[in-house]
């Protein structure tokens, strides 16, 4: 099948339901269910597919039903895990600066 990723994609001409009836039951085995989001977004739809999905074959099918399809970013799931960690390291960087800072205000 292939590597772990996250597809974004954004879609025209088509309504929600239709789009995720087509990735849940075409690409039920290749898909992560739990995390398949389509949000509206004006007058698109974005879909964020995480899983092994063929993203030629997810944008052929999505293409038959709509205006237009958009393919986003394909991200690697080894790339997700390591932005992932960046930002909980930034976050506890953030809180350690905060605390300094605290400490500061109340030595003076």
Do not use: W
Request: proline share 2%; hydrophobic share 30%.
């Amino acid at each position: 099948m292939g590597d772990k990723k996250l597809t974004k994609l954004k879609v025209r001409g088509a309504n929600d339901v239709e789009v995720k009836s087509v990735v849940r039951h075409e690409f039920k085995e290749s898909v992560d269910q739990e995390n398949f989001k389509v949000k509206v977004d004006g007058s698109s739809l974005k879909v964020d597919v995480p899983g092994t999905v063929d993203v030629g074959k997810l944008y052929e099918r999505l293409k038959k039903m709509s205006s237009s399809v958009k393919i986003e970013s394909v991200v690697p799931d080894d790339l997700m895990a390591k932005m992932d960690r960046y930002k909980k390291d930034l976050q506890n960087m953030k809180k350690q600066k905060e605390a300094v800072e605290s400490k500061q205000i109340k030595q003076e």
